[in-house]
């Protein structure tokens, strides 16, 4: 028997792959969503034609709800603590990857589902009454993919302990004032926002944008940021000379000189 399919992965177009969490209504994840989705990655990442991930929820009402309590309910403890550490490194892969990454919350983000998208760096959300937060102490447990973690990256430790102990959700708007969404947009349909980020995403693709450039901005800034400061630089500087070395840079370079726009190749 073939095995569901829970992720969904599709070239967008324009250098732009989109990952869709595939499981409505809430979108929830099991072992084999985060299997599938741990797979849907590594295709991006390998892919030459592929610049920017796109990562979304099936449907008009949620991104994702987060972990299938239902399964959690049913297995070991052993299983949950391996569940725990798959996801993470999942997520850590999504967040390594030396490509741009645009979560595109077209619903409730909540939970675990909050954890895949600050995996993501950057995220956009459709206006409306979703609901994001990280509610997890009202189960008796903490955010295990990495919540407790990115969280505070994002808004700060005092912040970050607020918001998970007293387990609160709220709306995008105060989100985006908080700094874990980086932008609200309104849209009358899912498809139309999704179809805003795409396009939006292809903003940072060749030949707009030198993606070699925007992938290594990416890793420097995810990487640097959790080492100390001199080895940080360190790495800024060699990830530098493999721009210069590249197509684009001289692309770039030149374009400048000649008072052009650019045409940039993503090499």
Known sequence: ????????????????????LDDPPA??????????????????????????????????????????????????TGFKY??????????????????????ALNGHTVGGGLEIAMAADMRIARAGRSMV????????????TGGTQRLTR??????????????????????????IVNQVWEADTGV???DRVVEYARGFCPPNRASKAVGLIKRSVQTGGEIPFETALALERELQQQLFASDDAREGLDAYVEKRKPAFRGS
């Open 1 to 20: 028997m073939s095995e569901k399919v829970l992720v969904r992965y599709s070239d967008a177009g324009g250098g732009v792959a989109m990952i869709t």
């Open 27 to 76: 979108n929830t994840y099991t072992h084999e969503m985060m299997r599938q989705l741990d797979d849907a990655i590594l295709k991006a990442r390998f892919a030459d034609d592929i610049h920017v991930i796109v990562v979304t929820g099936n449907g008009e009402k949620f991104f994702s709800a987060g972990a299938n309590i239902g399964m959690l309910a049913t297995v070991t």
């Open 82 to 103: 391996s569940f725990c550490l798959h996801a993470n490194e999942t997520l850590n892969r999504l967040e390594h990857t030396p490509k741009l990454t645009i979560a």
């Open 133 to 144: 937060g990280l509610p997890e102490v009202n189960l008796g447990v903490l955010p295990g």
């Open 154 to 179: 994002l808004v700060g430790k005092a912040a970050a302990i607020e918001l998970m102990t007293t387990g609160e959700t709220f709306g995008f708007e105060r989100a985006r004032d908080l700094g």
């Open 192 to 194: 139309e926002f999704l």
